[in-house]
């Protein structure tokens, strides 16, 4: 088994928990070279007038119920905007129906969009003739299925090498990279075994060295977990991030489990109808939900490890109004990133009326009993705003 | 048109098209009753040379390595009562039959069934022909078989492919359809090429699918052997055609059990051969 490290919502070894404002990628496109896969405005409509239908949507800005009524066709995924960074776990959480497989699917054209461009790795998809497409799947962007997909008549190891020897790797090569591969994911000991020897969370483990066994830049998630009982579930997500992080892939992370997404994912989007209604970090949609639709889904999630202190802290001018017998400068200090767990610690061990959260030095906050019970509730209130 | 005049001219163009076939057609025929009793001799050549306890010994322990020692034993013990009965030489006559009927039936059918398998659209042809080959009567078309192949072996075993065909051709077919919707996604996904996508996807998943289709071709061979025994198939079909046309119930009765022993050796062996999930060691 892997070794995983208390990771609970420190940011990532390449610190790309914390960025600012991620719901402001959404729809701003972007060259810089740190994006690995760029999607605009796609769409997949299905159905036999799809091209009719998608000229209508365009044109008249029709609606998923009317392009149904009107030409008997299904809006999969509508105007699908966003891109993914480079070593980033990207995690798009929707419903079953919601679109989510159909918009991975499009990010190694298993699925031709209706409209709309893939780009990876600055290319793009529907520019690649038939090779320069197998090229791609085969070396840079690998896929782990629900469903697992081992072949039942081949051992652990020989379905682990599969990608490798689809791209005619010799065998003593292609073994030595799916054993490493293997042994990564913890099953060092069963390369000659069979699939059906094997538990459903194993399998899943062979289905994730089978991608990593090709070393591709790209993962792509499609509900790896979701078949699995609850506890290896969560090993399991665990394990995926570290290793990810560890090997410095980037991943798209299908799952219907906003829990999982927020356990996994460094941003999420999330998917409704086939559109994408919000896109953010965790703590982003869980303190700022876009709409009624995310705040349902987030309103049974546990705070306690999300959010972080300098989304409960009081501004320190209020503070000082509030408290003028108190210096704030004299209080017990702690960092912007603390979470609430530890927040709640440092209140229990020091009778002081706050917390000061201090910032390369400099004094940027106090939390204080209210506010942390106020954050912890999960109510936005003008109270924890800038005077 | 009175409707019998229409039957009447049918009739008459059906007999016309068999003389002209017969007529100007006869290199066509003299070469696949060549090609027929080529294979038919061969085979059978093999099976006289060897001694009957060789054969009967050869087959048990396959029967052992395949299926079980005590089913090993007993297909010796079975083939061993043929010689007893003094059919060894029809039975072989009959394998030869089977195995060089199934054997061109599967050169054919096989490659059939994979295309039809991919591109489902040639089911409307396919199909009807399929249909028409499995419900038209045999006599109907072993009679006139005599009038273009000769009495004797060829025929018996064009009548034996019309039979064996089909069978083939569908779970051939049907193998090829039903890949796993996920594996199909995991050889796109992996940049398989079309061919890598047949041979290491569609074919393994295909391959007891169409096991069962060779299974079920030599079936249906063994049973038009005793049908096609009327045109001079020789071998134990035409033991029984003799046995019954002189009311020998007793030597008709022989020649079936030879044939029930023969059909069940070579069903066993042939299921024995479909790769097994349950035990891939």
């Known amino acids: ?387 | 048109m009175d409707t019998s005049t229409v039957a009447e001219l049918f009739d008459f163009w059906v007999d016309e098209g068999q003389y002209w076939l017969a007529d100007n057609a006869a290199f066509l025929f003299e070469w696949l009753r060549f090609v027929f009793e080529g294979f038919y001799g061969g085979a059978l050549a093999v099976l006289e040379f060897s001694p009957w306890f060789a054969v009967a010994t050869i087959f048990g322990l396959l029967a052992w390595r395949i299926v079980s020692l005590s089913f090993g034993a007993l297909t010796t013990a079975a083939l061993a009562a043929c010689w007893a009965m003094g059919l060894w030489a029809e039975t072989m006559s009959t394998l030869a039959l089977v195995a060089s009927a199934t054997g061109i039936a599967l050169v054919l059918a096989l490659p059939i069934g994979v295309l039809t398998g991919f591109f489902p659209k040639l089911d409307h042809v396919v199909e009807p022909i399929l249909d028409l080959m499995q419900t038209l009567p045999p006599y109907i078309y072993l009679i006139p078989a005599i009038a273009l192949l000769g009495f004797g072996p060829g025929t018996a075993l064009a009548a034996t492919l019309v039979v064996a065909m089909p069978p083939a051709i569908r779970l051939t077919s049907l193998g090829i359809r039903t890949t796993p919707i996920q594996f199909v996604e995991l050889g796109k996904s992996t940049g398989m090429t079309p061919a890598q996508m047949f041979f290491k996807i569609r074919l393994p998943f295909a391959m007891p699918s169409i096991m069962a289709g060779i299974n079920q071709s030599l079936m249906m061979a063994f049973g038009m052997v005793v049908i096609a025994g009327i045109v001079g198939s020789g071998g134990l079909g035409e033991t029984i055609y003799e046995a019954t046309r002189t009311l020998d119930i007793g030597k008709s009765i022989d020649a079936a059990i030879a044939i029930v022993i023969l059909t069940i050796v070579i069903d066993r062996l042939t299921q024995g051969l479909v790769p097994s999930r349950k035990d891939p060691r």
């Not at chain 1, 020989?158 to 689809?166: D, I, S, T």
């Not at chain 1, 409960?312 to 400068?329: C, H, K, Q, T, Y």
Request: some cysteine.
């Open chain 1, 1 to 387: 088994m892997i070794t995983v490290g208390a990771r609970k919502a420190e940011p990532g070894p390449n610190g790309s928990r914390h960025e600012p404002a991620g719901g402001a990628m959404l729809g701003s496109p972007s060259n810089s070279d740190d994006v690995l896969v760029d999607c605009r405005s796609l769409w997949k409509i299905f159905g036999s007038r799809a091209s009719a239908a998608m000229k209508a949507v365009q044109e008249r800005g029709l609606g998923k119920t009317e392009v149904l009524k009107e030409f008997g066709c299904v809006v999969g995924v509508a105007n699908a905007t966003f891109s993914v960074r480079r070593g980033e776990i990207f995690c798009i959480m929707g419903l079953s129906g919601s679109g989510k497989s159909t918009l991975l699917r499009m990010l190694n054209r298993l699925v031709e969009p209706t409209s709309g461009e893939v780009f990876v790795k600055g290319r793009a998809l529907s520019s690649l003739d038939a090779a320069a497409l197998r090229e791609l799947r085969a070396r840079h962007v690998a896929m782990v299925f629900q469903s697992v997909a081992l072949l039942p008549h081949r051992t652990v190891l020989e379905n682990a090498a599969f990608g490798l020897e689809v791209r005619g790797v010799a065998k003593a090569e292609r073994h030595r990279a799916a054993e490493e591969a293997l042994r990564k994911v913890g099953l060092g000991d069963w390369l000659q075994r069979y699939p059906r020897e094997l538990s459903g969370g194993m399998q899943q483990r062979v289905g994730l060295a089978r991608a990593l066994a090709v070393d591709p830049e790209i993962i792509l998630m499609d509900e790896p977990f979701s078949a699995l009982d609850p506890l290896i579930r969560r090993q399991l997500q665990d394990e995926f991030r570290q290793l990810t992080k560890d090997l410095g892939k980037s991943a798209v992370f299908i799952t219907h489990d906003l829990d999982e997404a927020i356990r996994i994912g460094d941003r999420i989007a999330i998917m409704k109808d086939g559109a994408i209604i919000q896109i953010g970090t965790p703590e982003e949609i869980v303190l700022a939900p876009a709409d009624d639709y995310v705040a349902k889904f987030v309103a049974g999630i546990s705070r306690l490890h999300l959010v972080k202190a300098h989304s409960v802290m009081v501004p320190v001018e209020r503070f000082r109004a509030e408290r003028p017998d108190v210096d704030p400068r004299r209080l017990v200090t702690t960092t912007p990133d603390a979470d609430i767990d530890r927040l709640i610690d440092l209140i229990l061990a020091d009778p002081a009326p706050g917390i000061a959260v201090v910032e390369a030095g400099r004094l940027v906050g106090v939390v204080t009993v209210r506010s942390l019970l106020l954050g912890l509730k999960g109510s936005p209130t003008p109270e924890l705003a800038p005077v």
